[in-house]
Each structure stands twice: as structure tokens, then as C-alpha cells.
């Protein structure tokens, strides 16, 4: 939560708004006073990034008119109302109406700086989901290599560099970073677009049939060979072959590689017959090849002969920046996809995609968002708190109990203990909630950021 975000703090009365003023920066807060709705509404900018305290009782426009030209302009900006005469009618109107917060002068300075530390947390998380849609519209401009942050746009430098060199290229990258993604850009962005573009994963072949699925076979040539068969390699003429996990492919197999990448040719099994090819080769390691720790039994001699171009992806953790706009494009994939909505992101998720280390990278990130709009994610790390109980085996009385407690748990922890939240969400009155939390024996508390638990 950021307590330096802004503060637009209106009171007609100049000593009061000097108090406020004081406790609200003493809180952390960066506050612009005025002692005129007017003032306020004139530098009031879109997308405004904090929250709008306001007096009600002030001459000119007042509070409850500020608040819906405010209100107007962006219905998400939070407003808090004060005023000093405990107009109980006027307060349930605003709240009615959409005002986050309403204050009865005179009030604790607690009550007011946790009110608007609440408020500034529902805007950001406001703002957050408004950049995940402008993202995932403005992403398919960059498509398919997402990406804002230094690294990915000299990533995407490079590619269009040598893209049309038909030099080979060595892609290093951890599982799920996108090395098959940076194969294919090579490909659609070179003269070799319109051949083939042929992806073989070393890793995910037998031995047995690996030179056959590369180099191609005679009728014959081997024990269930009834029919020719172009290699991949030869089919990729005029195109570009990818080779993902090299470092997986047989030995036997990297001694041919090694002269198809040095004579442009291939020799089918079963005969004798040399057909040049015409192609460019991609290929892709999980491990540092450079490394003979790493390196295990590939060819040295073979990895200097990929080495011309070696491209690296940074993993999505040395990047993390572009994780909202990777996401924000994912969910709204997944929402087309689905004919979901996008949800907004609550404070859980949101927490998820900032402190996640992503092991799995953008493809671990692209599944992630297909649950978030599916509704069935559970981040993880989420604490056992809020986690779904296991009812499995018991009585339906206490399945259902089990049940109700662990939704007003997951309410709770997605509103961060707030109780006017969380009662708006589960749609039940205020005398019913606590009883509720007396009953499974919630403690509201445990839910609250921890600078408010103490």
C-alpha cells in the first residue's frame, strides 16, 4: 500500500484544513489543500491517483455537489466526506450514491488516516485494472514478444537485426520464457516467411526415431519403414528449422547435424542420395551450452557451430514489470476465449503477480490468467486462512458450515479485513456478518494489512 499517494483535502475552514493537513502528511501522505470545491476541481487531473477528503458544508459548491462532479468525471475516484453537524440522512445518501466514506467531526485521527489509506489501496488497485485493459489492447501491437521493459525491447532489436541474415541462431532461455516464440518472429520476420516453418522438440523423441523424424527415410530402410518419408529437415527448405531442447538430442544424431549445419545437405536413411537444402536453423537450450558442467555429452564442435547468434531471454522474474501487461493481455485472451468478462483483480491476485517468482515464466503466467477469469484460481502462497476447506466425508449440515466460513474467510482476505467490503460483497446486514464470524470463530482482524494489526 503507498502512503505517499496524493491527497486532495477540501475544508472551508482555514484551521481545520491546516490540522487535517498536518495528520494526513504526518501519515505519510502527500496532500494538496484548497478551501474551495472550485479550486479542486480545477486541478483535478484524469486518472488522479489518490483519494479526495472532503468538507460538505462549504459555501459555493459544496461536498455533496463536489463529490458528483467528481463522481461524473470518474466514478472510481474515492471521495470521503466530512462534516461537523451528523447528518445521518445526508451521510447514508452519499454512501448511497457511491461516496467511499462518510466522517462525523469531530473524529479521531486514526479513523480518518485509516479511511484513506483504504481509499487510496481501492485506487490503485482501480488504476492497476484500467492498465491491464489498455495493455491488453495496446499489446497485440507487440505481439507476439509482450514486453516494455529494456531487455524485451532490445530482445526485439536484435530479432529484427539479423532476422533476414539467414545466419544460425542459438535461443537460451529457461522453460516457458519464449524460446519457441523467438524462433518463429525470426522466421516471419526474414525472406524466409512463406516456406515452412518446422519445430522439432529434440527432448520429446526416442532415439530410435529421431534420425528418422530429422533426416528422413527410404521404403525399407528399417522395420516398419513401408513408405518414404521427407525429413524434417528437408521439409523446412526454404524455411527455417527449429531444434528446441538440442541439448537433448542423441549423440549419433549431433554428428549428422553437425554436417547438414556445415554442408547444407541431408542423406535420407535407406540410400545413398545427397539432397542439398536450403534452410535456416534455430535452435533452443534450457541449459548454458558454453558451460561443460552444463554441457554434459553435446559436442563441443557443434555447439561452436550453432554459437553465431546466441540470444537470451531473460526469465519473467528479471522482468517484472512487464508482468501486468503480459497478464493483462493473457486475461483478456482467456476472457475472449471463454466469453467471460475480465474480473478485476483483487488484493490477493494482485499481491500474486508481484511477489511470485514465476518458475514457469510467461507460459506458467498465461495459464495463471486463464484461471483468473475461469474463477477457479487459488494463488499460491495465498494464506490458510482464506484457503477452500476440505468438507469430503462429513455430514451436509457441516459441509455447509465448513463452506460458509470458508467463503467469508476468501471475502475477507480479498478485501484485507475491511468490514464494509466485505459485507457489501457477501450481500448479508452487519449484525449478521459478526455473528457469523462469533460463530466459526473468525477473527476479523488476521485479515487486516499488517501495519494495521500492530
Not at 485493459?133 to 529494456?150: E, F, N, V, W, Y
Not at 530429422?214 to 518419408?229: M, N, S, V
Not at 470458508?406 to 479485513?417: C, K, P, S, V, Y
Request: hydrophobic share 40%; net charge negative.
Amino acid at each position: 500500500m503507498s502512503d505517499t499517494a496524493p491527497v486532495f483535502l477540501i475544508d472551508d475552514d482555514k484551521d481545520l484544513l491546516r490540522a487535517t493537513r498536518q495528520t494526513l502528511e504526518l501519515a505519510g501522505f502527500s496532500v494538496s489543500a484548497f478551501s474551495t470545491a472550485t479550486d479542486a476541481l480545477a486541478a483535478l487531473q484524469p486518472d488522479f491517483a489518490g483519494t479526495v477528503v472532503s468538507d460538505i458544508r462549504m459555501p459555493g459548491i459544496d461536498g455533496l455537489q463536489l463529490f458528483d462532479r467528481i463522481r461524473r468525471q470518474d466514478e472510481d475516484l474515492p471521495v470521503i466526506l466530512m462534516t461537523g453537524h451528523g447528518d445521518i440522512p445526508m451521510a447514508v445518501k452519499a454512501i448511497q450514491d457511491g461516496a467511499y466514506d462518510f466522517i462525523t467531526k469531530p473524529f479521531a485521527t486514526d479513523r480518518l488516516v485509516q479511511s484513506v489509506r483504504r481509499a487510496v489501496e481501492k485506487r490503485r488497485l482501480v488504476l492497476e485494472n484500467r492498465s491491464l485493459k489498455t495493455a491488453a489492447a495496446s499489446a497485440r501491437d507487440d505481439l507476439p514478444l509482450i514486453g516494455q521493459t529494456p531487455a524485451m525491447e532490445r530482445l526485439r532489436n536484435t530479432l529484427r537485426q539479423i532476422a533476414d541474415t539467414d545466419v544460425d541462431v542459438l535461443v537460451t532461455g529457461e522453460t516457458g520464457s519464449g524460446k519457441e516464440v523467438v524462433a518463429s518472429l525470426l522466421h516471419q520476420w526474414s525472406r524466409r516467411a512463406s516456406g515452412n516453418f518446422v519445430a522439432l522438440n529434440c527432448g520429446a523423441l526416442p532415439e530410435t526415431v529421431i534420425e528418422s523424424e530429422l533426416f528422413g527415410h527410404e521404403p525399407g530402410a528399417f522395420t516398419g519403414a513401408q513408405k518414404k518419408r521427407i525429413g524434417r529437415i528437408e521439409h523446412a527448405s526454404g524455411g527455417t528449422l527449429f531444434l528446441d531442447e538440442i541439448e537433448s538430442m542423441p549423440p549419433s544424431s549431433q554428428v549428422q547435424m553437425l554436417r547438414v549445419l556445415e554442408m547444407r545437405e541431408v542423406t535420407p536413411l535407406g540410400t545413398n542420395e545427397v539432397r542439398p537444402v536450403d534452410l535456416r536453423v534455430v535452435a533452443a537450450a534450457k541449459v548454458d551450452l558454453g558451460d561443460p558442467g552444463q554441457r554434459g555429452d553435446f559436442r563441443e564442435d557443434l555447439y561452436y557451430r550453432l554459437n553465431v547468434v546466441t540470444i537470451s531471454i531473460p526469465p519473467l522474474r528479471e522482468r517484472r514489470d512487464d508482468i501486468p501487461l503480459l497478464f493483462g493481455y493473457f486475461a483478456e485472451r482467456a476472457a475472449n476465449r471463454f466469453k467471460r468478462a475480465v474480473p478485476d483483480l483483487s488484493p490477493t491476485v494482485n499481491r500474486h503477480l508481484r511477489d511470485y517468482q514465476w518458475p514457469g515464466n510467461v507460459r506458467e503466467l498465461s495459464h495463471f490468467a486463464e484461471r483468473f477469469v475461469l474463477g477457479v484460481e487459488q494463488p499460491k502462497g495465498t494464506s490458510d486462512k482464506s484457503a477452500a476447506p476440505e468438507v469430503t466425508g462429513l455430514p451436509l449440515p457441516e459441509r455447509l458450515e465448513r463452506y460458509e466460513a470458508g467463503i467469508i474467510r476468501q471475502t475477507l482476505d480479498a478485501n484485507e479485513g475491511d468490514v464494509r467490503r466485505t459485507i457489501a460483497e457477501l450481500g448479508i446486514p452487519r449484525k449478521t456478518f459478526y455473528d457469523k464470524l462469533q460463530r466459526h470463530g473468525i477473527v476479523r482482524s488476521d485479515f487486516a494489512p499488517s501495519d494495521e494489526r500492530g
